[in-house]
């Protein structure tokens, strides 16, 4: 029995663990994202933040853009490249 529940303690805290830093990369991601639409407002009025997505390589984000016309870019974190 005592192995069981050092098992399940252990487990317990590696999630816990795992929650608590997935909770802070996404909040990171979320003011990146408002980064790039602050950086792309100029170019392009029109573009929401579930249409951000971030590429395999780091500061990389492909943008949807829906208007005028269908297109992919990619740009950096800071929204300027």
């Known amino acids: ?3 069981i529940y050092s098992f399940l303690n252990r487990l317990f805290i590696m999630l816990k663990s795992l929650f ?3 909770t802070l990369l996404s909040a ?3 003011a990146d994202k408002a980064d790039i639409v602050k950086g792309l407002s100029a ?3 029109v ?3 579930q249409d951000i997505n971030p590429t395999p390589f780091q500061g990389l984000y492909e ?3 829906r208007k005028p016309k269908l297109d992919v870019i990619y740009i ?5 490249y």
């Open 76 to 80: 950096s974190e800071d929204g300027r």
């Open 20 to 22: 608590i830093a997935l």
């Open 63 to 65: 943008v949807i853009l």
């Open 28 to 30: 990171n991601a979320i």
């Open 47 to 49: 573009v929401a933040e």
């Open 1 to 3: 029995m005592g192995k």
């Open 43 to 45: 170019y392009f009025p």
